[in-house]
């Protein structure tokens, strides 16, 4: 009966043990995570603004691209497609740096 006591005992022991390595391993990993995390959400602000900023690039080009065929009205059709392919060439640019970026 004694042996079974003391059996009993060194089994609690051992079990008050290993649960007090789960509590810290858990508090590690979750201290870990929230790190992770944190860090994440900062990357993802970063990119925000970025993407913002890349968003205000475009529209500042844009107008710049209206204002130079507003004062360079092309003489011919033909010109006036080369125009409109240029923009479309320059807006295709600017979407894939912002596309690279949002991947970085």
């Known amino acids: 009966m004694e042996e079974l006591r003391n059996e009993v005992y060194e089994l ?12 810290q391993l858990v508090s590690v990993l979750e201290s870990t ?6 860090s994440e959400v900062e990357r993802i602000k970063e990119l925000l603004i970025e993407n913002r900023n890349l968003k205000s690039l475009v529209a500042e080009k844009d107008h710049i691209i209206l204002d130079l065929k507003v004062e360079q009205p092309p003489s011919d059709l033909k010109e006036t ?17 912002m596309e690279i970026r949002e991947k970085i």
Do not use: F, T
């Open 12 to 23: 609690r022991r051992e079990l008050g043990r290993v649960e007090s390595e789960n509590e």
């Open 33 to 38: 995570k929230r790190q992770e995390l944190d």
């Open 81 to 97: 497609a080369e125009l409109i392919q240029k923009m479309k060439r320059e807006r295709e640019h600017v979407r894939r740096e």
